[in-house]
């Protein structure tokens, strides 16, 4: 489904969201720091690369993986990367989200932007994605509000139940790819249970951060730190 839609994909998300997408993305990108501003950044569900190259270009000594196991998606980012000349520093790599074929500890922050919904069962990604990353690595998660506050409410459903689909419809051709994630928003748990699924995981000081009245979070969780001694 993503392959379809890749060729809209950027335009779609930039005009649906009247460009706050971008805004989204720099606070997550701001908040990713790894320690000394280096290391291995792991991009989740990286799609076409937006997040990616954001990191790259903000933490110039790191190294990042993007993983997305929709091939079409990161072959349209690619040229994000070669024209920017990042290719040493950036790997783009197909797999599922649930079995990353990357080392044990192998990561000091790892983040997904508005793709841990698309991966069921998301206990899995947790899974992959604690053993993947170092004791005290960051797991950074930006993903769309439960729309359940009574201010935004009515706004949501309008925009999900009809501006959604049909924008989705008109621009890409695609209805059933825009209902697809008008009803994965709708499913995906509010801040207070995803806090309490990623501690059940195994993580640990999980935290959120509203941006825009809440249309999306940022939630922040650790792995556990390697006892002392
Ligand atoms: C809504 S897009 C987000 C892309 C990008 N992170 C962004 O900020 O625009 C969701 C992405 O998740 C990917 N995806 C869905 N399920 C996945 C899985 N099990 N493993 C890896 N990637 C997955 C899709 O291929 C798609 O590119």
Known sequence: MFGRISRWYDFLNHFL????????????????????????????????????????????????????????????????????????????VVADGRRLPLADGSAQCMTVAFGIRNIVPRQDAYAEVLRVLEPGGQFLILEFGSGKKRILRGIYNLYLNYLL???????????AAYQYLADTIRAFPDERALARELLDAGFETVYCLPLSWGIVNLHIAETPRRAEG
Do not use: N
């Open 17 to 92: 969201s009247l460009g706050l997408d971008i805004h989204w993305r720099k606070v997550l990108v701001r908040e990713a720091e790894p320690p000394g501003g280096r290391g291995h950044i792991v991009d989740l569900a990286a799609g076409t690369l937006d997040v990616t190259v954001m990191l790259a270009k903000r933490y110039q000594a790191t190294r990042i993986t993007a993983v997305d196991f929709s091939k079409p998606m990161l072959d349209q980012g690619a040229s994000k990367i070669s024209k920017r000349g990042l290719e040493k520093r950036v790997s783009r």
């Open 165 to 175: 689909p049909l924008a989705g419809r008109i621009v890409s051709g695609d209805k």
